[in-house]
């Protein structure tokens, strides 16, 4: 069992950054693979980008590659989200995501966190 915490949202304006974060308890932090999902609304929950237990490989969504960049620190079982250049089309509610499996962190995390709001202002 994995709890997931997400910090760090907020409003900025277009251009700016954030720095999300995402805080796990539980056993074996380093075992899972972890990821970021977004919801805008009215729109469907979309997969952001995602690292592999170790961090040696991470993964993005084209719209976001070049801009965002994930990264974790197992010793502290923290996932963070680094975001720059950022648009209105980044407004949503955005969650961390667990799973022990790397080929479905993408897809169907089986852990998730309460999420936090990124409001972009134009």
């Known amino acids: 069992q994995v709890q997931l915490v997400e910090s760090g949202g907020g409003l900025v304006q277009a251009g700016g950054s954030l720095r999300l974060s995402c805080a796990a308890s539980g056993r074996a932090f380093s075992s899972y693979a972890m990821g970021w999902f977004r919801q805008a609304p009215g729109k469907e929950r979309e997969f952001v980008t995602a690292?592999?237990?170790?961090?040696?490989?991470?993964y993005y969504r084209d719209s976001v590659k070049g801009r965002f960049t994930i990264s974790r620190n197992n010793a502290r079982n923290t996932v963070n989200l680094q975001m720059n250049s950022l648009k209105p089309e980044d407004t949503a509610v955005y969650y961390c995501a667990a799973d022990r499996s790397e080929s479905e962190i993408a897809t169907i995390p089986d852990y998730w966190g309460q999420g936090t709001q990124v409001t972009v202002s134009s």
């Open positions: 690292i592999s237990w170790s961090g040696g490989r991470s």
